[in-house]
């Protein structure tokens, strides 16, 4: 299965292929030589420091036809599954669950309990040098069809952007995601654009990383109150408050969304890919039935942190986007 790239050049720009395809790994049986296999890892973190994402033909890890094809029947059975089912493996915990049934909701509990597990091992052998300090974050299971979904601006998926979470602030560590398009027939298709460093250069200071930089590390107002009142509330360093604002800014500047450069990336049935979605704009067309493990690799284990959002933006702010908060406990 593959991964067609349809790349619309404006002008004045280059086509690259974003998706570095890996061949030489698969399920079951690892890297094809094994002598090989550190450097290679080393290689994979760099391709994905550069902005690519990697890709891999076919499901390279454990993941039973019998549980993609319950899966499946999910969206079809129980017309009630509105959102995404979310699993984090921390806690062994499923939410988001709408099925009534408590044989099926165990089930789906077992299924995405393995599917974390499996990605995260097939990860920690793919990419070894962040595998020691990475934390593991949600897994998802998306069952809704992308195309025409009506939401709100700020979460629309068809629109441009890079992650960022409001409410686990990363403090400048990276949003890792592993995605596995299960749908037997239809593809996945994204957008994506010009890389964040480019992005940034453009856009930075227009959606405001000078005051932010300014006057956002620390604990803001309302968060104390939170806090004073019991609330459980974010930390969010000046780089998570500037990200945040620079997902809703890209969502909402309409010219950049019409005029800018796109690349569709189609991702096959059984495709996998893997990216830095805070670096990596995307946006989801079409597409329904994805599973989804995302990581947080701590700025600290990159090979090249200079390449980072953080330090790109830090040498924009010409400071510290992270001091405050970085003492504070989450
Ligand atoms: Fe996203």
Known sequence: MECEV???????SVGVDPVVKVTDFAAGRGWSDP??????????????EEGRILGFE??????????????????????????????RPKQDALHGNASERKEDAGRLHGIMRHYSREATEFLARVLAPYAAHWSLDYASFRPQEERG???????RNDLLHVDAFPSRPTRGNRILRCFTNINPNQPRIWLTTDQFAELAVRFAREAGLEEIARNGNGRSWLNALKRAMGLKAANRSAYDKFMLRFHDYLKENGRFQGSCRKIQLAFAP??????????????????????E???????????????SPLRVLERFAGRSLTADAALQPG
């Not at 499946?72 to 699993?87: E, G």
């Open 6 to 12: 349809l790349i619309e050049t404006a002008p004045d």
């Open 35 to 48: 002598t090989q296999s550190s450097d290679r890892a080393h290689w994979c973190c760099e391709q994905l």
């Open 58 to 87: 076919d499901i390279p890890f454990d993941f039973p036809e019998a549980d993609r094809q319950f899966l499946l029947q999910q969206r079809q059975s129980d017309t009630r599954v509105h959102k995404n089912i979310s699993y």
């Open 149 to 155: 979904r009506k939401l709100p601006l700020h979460k």
């Open 270 to 291: 059984q495709f996998t890919w893997v990216c830095f979605t805070d670096s990596v704009p995307h946006a989801v067309i079409s597409g329904q039935f994805a599973v």
């Open 293 to 307: 493990q995302t990581f947080i690799v701590p700025i600290n284990a990159m090979i090249h942190p200079e390449k």
